[in-house]
């Protein structure tokens, strides 16, 4: 501070640095003092910041600082005693502030660090999330994929179909290298394998049934993980260099009707299983995963027996699709029609089982659109009928057809009775003139439905082919309206009539047709409840009275059902009491079982009754015994015929022919 | 249709197979011949009539085999009802342990009769098993809508 007087320098050396010092320490404090500004500003901005606290202390220790550096600017020349206070003051206050900084920063400084920490660990975490969504991801296409397997396997009938659509399907699902179907052979003792994802034609291996990796399989209905080296795994010649791929089989339970290669029987009581075994890609850490084993075995367990109801709407539908594929055949027919050379086939058929076949297909449909449906078929209709079977069925089953597409709720009855001359002529066919003779009736079918209806005056255009009536086309009608068309002509072929009555639209809608069937061949007895069969031919004695004794059920049963087939019309009796109570003149023959404690007694008791031999019903014996003494019986009461037991119709026949004829007939054994 | 044929085969070979094993003989023939559309269900009408009237009849041989003094020829008369039910329908096993029954009343042999009825009773319990199958069977191959194969 005492300038020296020795040389006066140039510059006055001091007087520069000391202005550098200076000027120096007016920038340090400058930006001392702008620091905490600065840190404030942004710390304000940014909401997050858990120290401010620490900021203030900070902010303390920077404006302390600078305060003292600012001050000294004031000591660089001669001061009062006032700067030098304010100057330790300043100097005290800051030293205590840093102090205090020092300390606590060594507790914060951590802090600080392990915020970054757990930035990175959150980072870390949030790959790992972002792979298991791959994976579930994944996942979530592989059960959309099975579930369309196995949609498509319920939908195909077709077994080799359902298998070879699993095998592949399962192989493209899990990536196998190798999956493969073992199927039981004929006799059951042996697995053959019948098909394989990879190789084209598997050879015929077979190993037997009994091997316990099978047996273990077999036993229960989950995927088991099995060596690679038992021999139902051993598919073919190992392709990788150092490990097999792991290997699961599960079993497949078969569904009894099949359309395989086998052909004989098994005994019904013993469950099939075929066994499927799945290969891992050899070389691969790949192992197999709980959700794919699940996913095995939900697709193994989708061969599943049909129930008796499930196998019965199976045989419906299949029935439709191919009465569907006649109908669709037969509008080719439709040009026949237009030229008129189509010709009904006619034949002899049962008109009650038309009715309840037409049922039966369109029932599926009603029950699914909650419509109930009845048939009334009237008791005086005939069982049987000479007509186109197949025509009209047709018919019934498009009008039917149409009542329940037209119809969206309400009930459907289809009614059918002989048409008496009353309800043939109808003021709405006036150009119907039926002909009534004995070999044929007129079946009346009417079916009633409470759905969309038709205006009045739409009805002729119905008939009209190709042609929509609008008001009735909806959304969900399909069909090209050939229908009717085809169905009016064939009523016309059958010189019947066809016509449909509505109120208006949604009041429901009545198709009427009118057809004339033949009326099959029948006996003189018309009052005869057992019609013979039309071809039988055999029918030996129409309306033969004969009266039955035997005191056993069952044998009675047989005798009657015999003599019933040949036309007879059988009284049934089972004790002599009763025999002679019914007996009468009209009887022409009465079989007795003489081997009953009675039947003697009442052949005797017969021929007491009825003094004028013409007038006496024939007495037939049915016996087991061939013996001697029955014979000399049978001669002393003075029995007719005698027939062993057990017979046969042509037996009777022959004994009932002979002793008609001759009135007298010994032996028939 | 491969599922109606299947069954068809499967009813021929279980009724050849009943006719091998001897359950049944050709009267079981004679009454399926007697079947048609008029009487669709005479078979099993008269089985259904053999089965109620062999188990009364088995009760009441059980009950007179048990008494003090046995009553043979009721008895007698019983195992005769018996046989004439059993050879109506052909149930030839039971026929022939009631020939054998028949004999042993005639001896009034009564552990004869004893160890016959064990053996009638034995020989209805099957051939009840079997013609039950048989008529499931039958049901089955109507209910996938084809027709009972004739007898051969």
Redesign the interface.
Known sequence: MESCNCIEPQWPAEELLMKYQYISDFFIALAYFSIPLELIYFVKKSAVFPYRWVLVQFGAFIVLCGATHLISLWTFSMHSRTVAVVMTTAKVLTAAVSCATALMLVHIIPDLLSVKTRELFLKNKAAELDREMGLIRTQEETGRHVRMLTHEIRSTLDRHTILKTTLVELGRTLALEECALWMPTRTGLELQLSYTLRQQNPVGYTVPIQLPVINQVFSSNHALKISPNSPVARLRPLSGKYMPGEVVAVRVPLLH?S?FQIND?PELSTRRYALMVLMLPSDSARQWHVHELELVEVVADQETELT?EQ??MV?TI??SSNLLATLINDVLDLSKLEDGSLRLDLGSF?LHTVFREVLNLIKPITSVKKLPITLNLAPDLPVYAIGDEKRLMQTILNVVGNAVKFSKEGSISITAFVAKSESLRDSRAPDFFPVLSDNHFYLRVQVKDAGQGINPQDIPKLFTKFVHNQTLATRNSSGSGLGLAICKRFVNLMEGHFWIESEGLGKGCMAIFIVKLGIPEKTSESKNP????ANHGQTAFPGLKVLVLD?????R??TK??L??LGCDVTTVSSRDECLHVVSQDHKVVCI?V?M?DGFEAAARLHEKFTKNHERPLIVALT?NTDKVTKENCMRIGIDGVIL??F??DKMRSVLSDLLEHRVLFEAM | ???VV?LQ??LV?YTAQLFNEGFLD??FN??Q???????PD?VV??VT??FE?SERLLNELAKALEQQSIDYRKID?HV??LK??S????AQRVQKVCIAFRNYCEERNIEGCQKCLQQVKNEYSLVKTKLETLFKLEQ?VL???GSIPWPM
């Open positions: 009707l359309n029987w008796p196998r019965l045989e299949l029935k049962n057992f019609l013979p069969k005191e056993n059920g069952v044998s049963m047989a059902g015999l019933v087939q079982d081997c404690p087991g037991k057990p046969s119709v | 249709m491969d599922s299947l085969r499967q070979d050709d009267q004679q009454l011949q007697l079947q048609d559309e008029s009487n005479f009408e008269v009539l053999f009237d008369a005769h009802q004439g039910s050879s109506s329908i052909g089955q209910a996938a809508g």
